[in-house]
């Protein structure tokens, strides 16, 4: 049966009622300066709306000039998010959704997830969106790459607030794109914020290491010797102080070798690589026993100072070193510093250019993973734990131009972070070796 053509216009006629209803709260600003123009020019005339014009723009000029911060925070940002809202978001809200699946069909009516709300922030537009009843957060996290192509955006983030509210998050420009410069060394060295490079945000990214281990993987050329130098690089005051040491194996003797001089201990074979692991794991359990009772919490020291074991390629002695013997200790000793070495101050720095199972066993032993440039899809979650590719890390997607940008998932939060590790480069290991060795 075919619906009355009254009935259509009369539902017209309520959306656009509604909509004017709506209106001034969701855009007050805007509809308050058109309402208010609108008003002075009915009373006072079109000259005096231009002097009152005139006067607010020059109000505007100084606040932007004088307080750019919160002028950009205040009017800036929130005119950039309606502008967005009404000529991105949703201009293309119908298509976009009913091509990437995510239109829902009953009783031959379509229903839609809304847009809320729109902010930005100096890089990202983040859309507040209602889902359909009857839908779940992971069909749209299904479609981070349908929604990002469709709104123009270089990727799509997904934040679930609650069963039926998400926030997608668009950035409108990549922030990673140039290469950052080694960081400034820090004065103070916070073993458990080590900065290793910048945060899509524009935050620093900081690595925890002390009470962790860490496996970066990635392709080779993905920029894994960049966060291996950056972390070696911020803990340079406690290498030199002594309250922290770095024993490396770099079996490629390509990445660590050219700062040698900054390592406590250095193996670049299978046999000294294992007996530098089984060292390692002798001073972790020396520690263990002494603090047995006493202690709960390492805190470096001269004495007992953080060890972070650095191996460059750890599948080189756990899966393609042609003896059984020393894979076999490599993988127990490694298996036994994961597990026990946290709490006594021994941890793990390994890279690792393929994260499937039968290369690395261990893989799980290590809390924290850092993806950069992957080769296949599947490899996003084997790295950073399911759900991590369908939330936007799309790790096998990095282009390979952008060595050192990365996946990581942060302290707290399940919501994976772009990254990108600062480049240490040989002139700045030359300092750093001068600098620790003096
Ligand atoms: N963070 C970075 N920023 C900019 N350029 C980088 C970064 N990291 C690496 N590069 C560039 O990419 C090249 C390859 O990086 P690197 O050797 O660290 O990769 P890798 O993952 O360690 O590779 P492999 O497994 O082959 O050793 C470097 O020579 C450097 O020019």
């Known amino acids: 049966m075919e ?7 009369a539902r017209w006629i309520a959306r656009l009622v509604g909509l004017l209803v709506l209106l001034p709260f969701r855009f007050p600003v805007a509809v308050g300066t058109v309402a208010v123009s609108a008003a002075v020019w009915h009373v006072f005339g079109w000259v005096a709306l231009a002097v009152v014009w005139t006067i607010a723009d020059i109000g505007l000029l100084v606040w932007w000039r004088r307080w750019p911060d919160a002028f950009r925070h205040c009017v800036a940002l929130r005119a950039l998010a309606a502008w967005r809202w009404v000529w991105v978001y949703w201009r293309h809200w119908q298509p976009v959704l009913v091509v990437a699946g995510l239109a829902e069909s009953y009783q031959e009516r379509q229903y839609l997830p809304r847009i809320r709300r729109v902010a930005c922030s100096a890089w990202s537009d983040r859309v507040r969106v209602r889902l359909v009843a009857g839908t779940a957060p992971a069909d749209v996290e299904q479609r981070v790459t349908e929604l990002a192509h469709g709104f123009g955006a270089p990727s799509c983030r997904v934040t679930v607030l ?6 997608l998050e668009f950035p409108r420009f990549d922030t990673l794109a140039k290469p950052i ?8 060295v916070d073993l458990a914020a080590l900065p290793v490079g910048k945060r899509e945000d524009g935050e620093v990214w900081r690595l925890r290491l002390h009470g962790t281990h860490v496996l970066i993987v990635g392709v080779t050329g993905a920029g894994k010797g960049s966060v291996i130098w950056s972390a070696i690089r911020a803990m340079l005051p406690a ?12 079996p490629k003797r390509m990445e660590l070798s050219y700062g040698r001089a900054l390592f406590a201990r250095y193996a670049d074979t299978g046999e000294t690589a294992v007996d530098l692991l089984e060292a390692a794991v002798a001073t972790m359990q020396d520690r263990a026993a002494r603090y047995a009772g006493r202690q709960r919490v390492h805190v470096p020291t001269v004495e007992d100072p953080f060890v972070a074991v650095v191996v460059d390629e750890v599948a080189f002695v756990t899966a393609y070193h042609p003896d059984r013997d020393i894979r076999r200790r490599a993988e127990n000793a490694l298996a036994t510093l994961t597990s026990q070495g946290r709490s006594v101050g021994v941890s793990v720095l390994a890279a690792l250019q393929d994260p499937r199972k039968e290369v690395l066993n261990l893989r799980n032993l290590f809390p924290d993973k850092i993806a950069l440039r992957l080769d296949e899809a599947s490899q996003v979650d084997m790295v ?7 939330r936007g890390a799309n790790a096998h997607l ?4 952008l060595p050192g940008v990365a996946f990581v998932r942060l302290e707290g939060s399940p919501v994976p972070v772009r990254v990108r590790a600062a480049f240490v480069s040989d002139d700045d290991i030359d300092a750093m070796t001068a600098e620790g060795v003096a």
């Open 239 to 250: 290498i030199e102080d002594g309250t922290a040491e770095v024993w490396a194996i770099d």
């Open 384 to 390: 950073l734990g399911d759900g991590a590719r369908e």
């Open 3 to 9: 619906t009355p053509g009254v009935f259509i216009l």
């Open 162 to 167: 609650d069963a039926r509210d998400v926030v």
């Open 181 to 188: 410069g080694a960081l400034p060394v820090p004065r103070h």
């Open 398 to 401: 990095i282009d390979p131009d």
